[in-house]
């Protein structure tokens, strides 16, 4: 980071994102361990950790498990540590969230006001990629969060 000449405020948040990342998951790298696993192993648990979610959200269809599978392929885990951005307004959609552990903030057009938490086993983002639109609000990470 030296090297780059990052100023120390950027150096720091690398740092304290890389010491949760540290003791949370003892320095394994979930992604890389489902990357090593055979597809229809990876599927399975991602697939298990979602399946909930997925059948309480109208935004798939309950019966088709062929599109619900193609959509889970897709799927890799990003952790975000506290007051760190997941989605900024104005940025365009590109991913849908699921908190798999944790709380987002979603704030208002100033950032300055919560207005809604989202927990465990919330969605968010999928409208934004379904229309293809710039975000109408900012999200934080509120608490140390996982996401698909």
């Known amino acids: 980071m030296k090297n780059l000449k990052l100023p120390s405020d950027l150096r720091e948040r690398v740092l304290a994102f890389h010491n949760v990342k540290w003791l949370k998951f003892k320095g ?3 992604n890389q361990i489902l990357d090593d696993l055979p597809k229809s192993l990876k599927e ?3 697939e298990f950790m979602l399946r909930d979610m997925i059948n309480k959200s109208d ?3 309950q019966n088709d498990d062929g599109f619900i599978m193609s959509f889970i392929r897709k799927f890799s885990f990003i952790l975000i540590p506290v007051d760190e951005y997941v989605f900024r307004k104005g ?3 590109e991913e849908i969230y ?3 552990e944790g709380e987002a903030a979603v704030y208002d ?3 300055k006001n ?3 938490t989202l927990k465990k086993s919330a969605i968010f983002g999928e409208m934004g990629v379904i229309d293809l639109k710039t975000g109408t609000r900012s999200v934080y990470s509120k608490i140390l ?3 698909f």
């Open 59 to 61: 935004l798939f269809p």
């Open 114 to 116: 919560i207005l809604i």
């Open 28 to 30: 394994l790298d979930e």
């Open 44 to 46: 399975k648990i991602t």
């Open 91 to 93: 940025e365009i959609a």
């Open 145 to 147: 969060s996982l996401f």
């Open 98 to 100: 699921f908190i798999v």
């Open 109 to 111: 057009d100033d950032e």
